[in-house]
């Protein structure tokens, strides 16, 4: 394979706001031999610390598989045909795999994933027979973080580039990498993917049995003392209840409604005992500096110190170009609108704290700088959080949707909704999806799990219709000249 030719370099870490600039320091990886980088416990910590801040590249979840790529497959914004102004975004629209530019991106996102893939088996592979190295029990975080890593990757791939799972589990799909190797891997069935997935989320969840996350909560600022940082910061990591929410996700994924369920359950009654609390009106309505992301309630998330630029480079609306935003009559009629026919209420704080109007048009500001830009909740991009849980405790209940209405309503009276929905249904439950999840790169992969209509506008006709031209994505190139 030819991302496995060369390793992937981790950049040096910039500033991440003052209150985490030492969290993830880092020499460049190119200027540390393996050898000296597995010689001490920092050396092991630096190697973890790069994946995580690669993981903030444009080809992953910085960009293509965060706010941009993705969310245009997913129907998430008004994409015009005009070559001129959308570039080659309209090519995307209509799913045109094929086409250079997009082949190059997707070809791109996948390399680099398996770059990083790379970098944590090299680091697991390491630390067998180094435990001597570590401060107790710093061994098994790092082992942990690194195993659940390993697993987000896979599955994101499989999610992107494998079957509709819910038809064809059976069908080839990517390759599984449990070991540093520059041979390519065989691709395996969708269900085995699942299955070596949930293995290493088990072992992730046993090596992070003792994560500090569980007893002290997410301790999102440094060490009062001066001393290391390494176990705080927890929600920027992938921590033992990220990892539950992780596998909630992915059994979900797998049509395993009573183990999702029994995860997700997990980490709401985790937040319930005061680890993950839902925001706090005041810091989302009537306040100069609204936290858009709603920092408390996130599980995990990447910290990206050029945050803000993603906003400039597709939501602003001072840009000259494209602007990536929800189509009008969809946010206002029907995602904000429509009231019990839709759920939708202007009064949702991710109406109010997220969107803002200028003229006809409503901008999304959920990645924007916030006045204090030197907090952490400004570098913080999403990546699992509760209300992801009420979500699939709701639909994974039973076969029975309706059951999982008082889930629904609980998230919807923590989002400043009064209103209680009677019954849930499928497409009340996507609408509460859109609300929740618009803009952090779920919006494809939910369609794709229901294999149902994409919607990207109040005008039916306007959606886009399931279909394995839609759904299902080529492998990259440099995956089917191994094949052949």
Not at 64 to 91: C, F, H, Q, R, T
Not at 343 to 351: A, F, L, M, V
């Amino acid at each position: 394979m030819k991302h496995f030719i060369t390793t992937c370099l981790i950049a040096a870490a910039t500033s991440l706001g003052s209150a985490c600039s030492n969290w993830l320091d880092v020499q460049p990886y190119d200027q540390i031999s393996e050898e000296q980088l597995f010689s001490s416990e920092e050396g092991f910590q630096k190697l973890l610390n790069g994946i995580y801040i690669e993981l903030c590249s444009t080809e992953l979840y910085g960009g293509s598989l965060g706010p941009e790529m993705i969310e245009v497959m997913g129907g998430a914004y008004e994409i015009g045909d005009d070559a001129v102004k959308w570039g080659n975004y309209p090519d995307l629209k209509r799913y045109d795999y094929a086409s250079d530019y997009w082949r190059d991106r997707l070809d791109a996102t996948w390399n680099k994933a398996y770059a990083l893939i790379l970098n944590c088996n090299k680091l697991l592979e390491a630390l067998d027979g180094r435990e001597s190295l570590f401060t107790a029990g710093h061994a098994a975080i790092i082992r942990g973080e690194a195993l659940a890593l390993r697993a987000m990757l896979h599955f994101d791939m499989l999610r992107l580039f494998g079957p509709i799972y819910s038809q064809h589990p059976e069908a080839l799909s990517i390759p599984y990498y449990t070991a540093r190797t520059m041979n390519p891997e065989p691709l395996l069935a969708a269900s085995e993917v699942i299955e070596r997935v949930l293995e290493d989320l088990t072992r992730a969840r046993e090596e992070l049995a003792n994560d500090p996350v569980i007893t002290e909560g997410t301790l999102m600022s440094a060490d009062p003392t001066g001393g290391s940082s390494f176990l705080r910061y927890r929600a920027l990591r992938l921590n033992y209840y990220a990892v539950t929410a992780l596998e909630a996700r992915v059994q979900l994924y797998a049509g395993h409604r009573s183990e999702a369920f029994a995860r997700a359950l997990e980490v709401i009654r985790a937040a319930d005992k005061g680890l993950f609390p839902f925001v706090d009106r005041a810091a989302v309505v009537g306040t100069d500096d609204p936290d858009r992301i709603f920092s408390t309630e996130v599980l995990f998330a990447l910290s990206h110190s050029s945050r803000n630029q993603i906003f400039l480079d597709y939501f602003s609306p001072t840009r000259t170009t494209f602007v990536f935003k929800m189509e009008s009559a969809l946010i206002n009629q029907t995602i904000y609108g429509g009231g019990q026919t839709t759920g939708g209420y202007q009064d949702d704080y991710r109406n109010r704290a997220v969107w803002s109007t200028s003229g006809s048009n409503r901008y999304f500001y959920k990645y924007a700088d916030m006045a204090n830009t030197g907090a952490i909740e400004n570098t913080m991009i999403p990546m699992l959080r509760l209300g992801e849980m009420y979500l699939i405790a709701a639909e994974a209940q039973s076969d029975n949707l309706a059951n999982g209405t008082s889930y629904i309503n609980m998230l919807r009276r923590y989002r400043g909704i009064s209103t209680s929905l009677p019954s849930l249904t499928q497409e009340l439950l996507i609408y509460e999806y859109i609300r929740e999840l618009y803009g952090e790169g779920q919006l494809f992969y939910l369609y794709k799990r229901l294999n149902t209509t994409i919607i990207r506008s109040a005008t039916a006709s306007e959606n886009t219709l399931p279909g394995s031209n839609v759904f299902v994505v080529p492998l990259p190139d440099s995956e089917t000249d191994n094949i052949q």
